[in-house]
DNA sequence: AGCACGCCGACT
DNA sequence: GTCGGCGTGCTC
């Protein structure tokens, strides 16, 4: 029997499968989804069984080495979602594998030397290293100058030393020291002076289970030596037994049971329910504003899934992958769930793993590598805030874990929800298409209504003699809840922080005159660019529009916003969430625990706190500065900006009070903040369609971003020319090829980066004649200078 | 990725 | 004549 095998070597010229005899002994054993130790070359390395065959074309295969499981790691659904993954984001097929198991149990193998012969045989410069009968890594000796190859290799020839391979697991089952009464110990057989031993064994009796020698010791008040004693008489075993580690120990959820459906919650969860419950695949996108208890649909779907024995999987984007979230699903299903999320420590994240493996879970909460769970009964996904960026893995394998849902969802023929209040461009326009199914959910439950929005325009603040970066009109309001002792909400947005240039009289942005996008200020040259066509000019010191030389760079943090805000309203207490204040494990749900107990009035932070907060008290949102995601060069930031507003607006008047939102704006006329007024998604919709018609953006066409990176500037611009001149020639003439361009980070680490983008509708060799240029620089890829990403769909653009 | 093989310059 | 530089190619 033969084992097709993708070795652990990250190269495209190992990316295929190799054969490999399979002992007699294991032929029972081995079947695809096992991770296996196999002969490579000179060396051993782990490896992926994908496939069982009788024989194999090869005639010099060789034998398996070692096996790393005994139950596969990877299902056959895992197992065929890899090879699709490669095939759609061109990455090695051994990546995609590795993404689909926990990083514990990607092992390395390691060399290392053992004694053949008596210790004076060896050379003199290496024999400390076998002290105490150690055996050393071949890598420690590298280090050491002291020692020489020469002898070493001399010394495995003449079978002095040898070289063995082992394997290092990095994920560690954890294991604590247990205890069980012997069989027929009985207490009268310890002396009657020993009033501790017999004492403690009669505890451990009367618990007719074995018990954790740490809580013994807790619940006994005893000491270590009278345990010890008692093991060493032969009364009590001890042995070890696997724990798993529990990040949430001692967290108490309360059981929380089914709400009452609203008329519109039980209209839209039908259709899933009836997906369900036939057993048949649809992608329904479940548009529900702000408030309107998507969650709750998520559950009770959940809930039928779990009847009907099957499992399900729960994508949330990280940042509001808080105890608060948490808890709504430990609450309703305890035990059944388990969390994935990068706050996990590795073995913690391993341990979540393995209790899907073993089937101990039914329900995965996580970020977006949970998509992976193993489970074989799928029979809901849900993808909450579908519309959130952090679905698309910006490094190899680049994926998109919507892409994966549906995959998974075809393949157990059951229901995938991708629910948002504000659904990405590509989703709605999928569903306006009826490839996805529309559930709409209108209304907010107990019929609370939508925060009152207004739109500051802060070049009339400006004109009105008003410098400071609050409006009068939100201090007003913020001075009006602080005496009400009612919370505020700041939002203050530090993504775009960087450097597009805006008139403070006239609200007037420099944009590209062929892209119809904000240019980006080159400090190095004092121009400003275009990433998109390549357009420059230079850096104007009066403002195009209206002449003003209020004509400035944007940004602002958080810190300079809290300065500002404890000079003007000294009595309110603050708490500030950035990345400067939430470092620290656990500080996160402090600050928030802290704004819920009431012992703040403003809570002042960045993207974080967007989503996710519900707190009674809060009836005022306030943005600092709107615009400051607009004018980012990417073609999605009007979009962000209206999801990103719509998203904070939904944190005030969530319960009995009514919620008020001030934005504030250098350019409030423009659609995305203009709508947000009326929450508006379908009018924003249309009209963000329109600009994407006209600038031949997605959902229109489908993109594809190849960033071309070298140390040398030139080499960069030969291989990216011929890169654009490669896509000319060989895709359809309906298809646009631009660039090549600098990137927006024109250069990393040393690394000059270019870019050119592809703009199709329909190309059916796009995949092969990417496969080709990777093909085609394979030499000086390979030589570790050249670097050339594919990067299919991208979200990103630097 | 490693590691061997192989073909040229510098040296005991 | 040999040692060692790293370009090239292979690994079931």
């Known amino acids: 029997m033969i084992a097709k095998v993708i070795v652990d070597v990250p190269t495209s010229q190992t990316d295929r499968l190799f054969d490999y005899d399979i002992p007699k002994e294991w032929e029972e054993i081995i079947q695809p989804g096992l991770r296996v130790i196999v002969p490579f070359g000179p060396r051993k390395i782990q490896g992926f069984v994908v496939d069982v065959a009788k024989e194999s074309t090869f005639h010099k295969t060789k034998p398996i080495d070692d096996l790393l499981d005994v139950?596969?790691?990877?299902?056959?659904?895992?197992?065929?979602l890899g090879a699709w993954l490669s095939e759609e984001t061109l990455c090695f097929q051994l990546s995609a594998y590795q993404l689909m198991i926990p990083a514990a149990l990607r092992t390395k193998v390691k060399k290392e030397l053992r004694l053949l012969a008596h210790i004076e045989t060896v050379p003199p410069s290496i024999r400390p290293y076998f002290q105490g009968g150690k055996n050393p890594l071949w890598n420690d000796l590298l280090k050491d100058n002291n020692v020489s190859l020469k002898e070493i290799q001399q010394a495995v020839k003449e079978e002095r030393l040898e070289v063995c391979y082992q394997i290092e697991e990095k994920g560690k089952k954890k294991t604590e020291r247990y205890v069980k009464v012997s069989e027929k110990s009985t207490v009268k057989d310890i002396p009657a002076r020993a009033a501790k031993q017999r004492e403690l064994l009669a505890y451990i009796q009367s618990l007719g289970q074995p018990i954790s020698v740490q809580l013994l010791?807790?619940?006994?008040?005893?000491?270590?030596?009278?345990i010890t004693t008692l093991v060493k008489k032969g009364f009590v075993q001890e042995f070890e037994k696997e724990v798993y580690r529990d990040p949430l120990a001692g967290v108490e959820y309360e059981q929380t049971s089914p709400l009452k459906l609203t008329e519109q919650q039980q209209e839209v969860i039908t259709p899933i329910l009836d997906s369900l419950e036939t057993k048949s695949h649809h992608t329904f996108l479940l548009h529900g504003v702000t408030g309107s208890g998507k969650t709750e649909v998520y559950l009770q779907a959940i809930d039928q899934a779990l009847q009907q024995e099957l499992e399900a999987i729960v994508l949330v984007p990280e940042i509001s992958l808080t105890p608060q979230m948490v808890q709504r699903f430990k609450g309703r299903f305890g035990k059944k769930v388990a969390v994935l999320h990068s706050g996990l420590s590795m073995g913690e994240k391993y341990d979540e793993w393995r209790k899907i493996l073993r089937k101990e879970v039914q329900v995965v909460v996580g970020a977006r590598s949970a998509i992976f769970a193993p489970f074989t009964n799928l029979g809901i996904i849900i993808i909450d805030e579908e519309h959130e960026t952090s679905y698309k893995q910006e490094e190899n394998p680049r994926y998109h874990a919507r892409d994966v849902a549906i995959f998974r969802g075809k393949h157990h023929q059951c229901p995938v929800i991708l629910g948002s209040a504000t659904p990405s461009l590509e989703s709605y326009a999928r569903a306006k298409?009826?490839?996805?199914?529309?559930?709409?959910?209108?209304?907010?439950?107990?019929?609370?209504?939508?925060?009152t929005v207004q739109v500051v325009d802060m070049r009339e603040e400006l004109r009105n003699g008003n410098r400071s970066m609050f409006s009068y009109a939100l201090l007003e309001k913020l001075r009006d809840r602080i005496e009400k002792g009612e919370q505020t909400v700041l939002f203050l947005n530090r993504r775009g922080y960087s450097t597009f240039v805006m008139c403070r009289d006239c609200g007037y942005v420099a944009t590209c005159e062929h892209c119809d996008i904000s240019l980006t200020y080159h400090r190095t040259h004092h121009t400003l660019k275009c990433h998109y066509c390549g357009h420059e000019e230079k850096m104007p010191n009066k403002c195009e529009s209206c002449g003003s030389e209020h004509i400035r760079f944007?940004?602002?943090?958080?810190?300079?916003?809290e300065e500002e805000l404890t000079r003007v309203l000294p009595e309110a207490k603050v708490i500030r969430m950035d990345i400067d204040t939430t470092r620290r494990k656990g500080s996160h749900?402090?600050?928030?625990?802290?704004?819920?107990?009431?012992?703040?009035?403003?809570?002042?932070?960045?993207?974080?706190?967007?989503?996710?907060?519900?707190?009674?008290?809060?009836?005022?949102?306030?943005v600092l500065a709107a615009d400051s995601m607009l004018h980012i060069p990417d073609f999605r930031s009007a979009e962000r900006t209206f999801q990103l507003m719509e998203q904070v607006s939904g944190r005030a008047g969530r319960h009995d009070l009514e919620g008020e939102v001030i934005i504030q704006s250098y350019t409030?006329?423009?659609?995305?903040?203009?709508?947000?007024?009326?929450?508006?998604?379908?009018?924003?919709?249309?009209?963000?369609?329109?600009?994407?018609?006209?600038?031949?953006?997605?959902?229109?066409?489908?993109?594809?971003?190849?960033?071309?990176?070298?140390?040398?500037?030139t080499n960069v611009i030969t291989v990216s020319e011929k890169v654009v001149s490669f896509l000319k020639r060989e895709l359809l003439e309906s298809t646009t090829v631009l660039g090549p361009v600098a990137s927006p980070l024109a250069r990393i680490k040393d690394r000059y980066r270019y870019q050119c983008m592809i703009k199709y509708r329909n190309e059916p060799r796009l995949l092969e004649t990417l496969r080709e240029i990777r093909q085609h620089f394979i030499r000086e890829i390979n030589q570790g200078n050249l670097q050339v990403s594919i990067d299919l769909h991208p979200y990103l653009f630097t």
């Open 589 to 622: 749900e402090r600050l928030l625990s802290a704004f819920g107990r009431g012992e703040a009035d403003i809570l002042l932070g960045t993207q974080m706190i967007a989503k996710g907060l519900d707190f009674p008290k809060i009836t005022l949102v306030g």
């Open 668 to 713: 409030p006329d423009h659609y995305s903040i203009e709508l947000v007024k009326s929450h508006d998604y379908e009018q924003f919709f249309q009209m963000e369609m329109n600009q994407r018609k006209v600038g031949l953006y997605p959902p229109y066409v489908f993109m594809v971003l190849i960033t071309i990176s070298h140390p040398e500037l």
């Open 71 to 80: 139950v596969p790691v990877l299902t056959d659904e895992l197992l065929s």
């Open 217 to 226: 010791l807790q619940e006994t008040g005893m000491t270590r030596q009278t």
């Open 433 to 451: 298409k009826s490839v996805y199914k529309l559930l709409p959910l209108t209304e907010r439950v107990h019929s609370r209504a939508m925060p």
């Open 554 to 561: 944007f940004g602002s943090g958080t810190q300079k916003v």
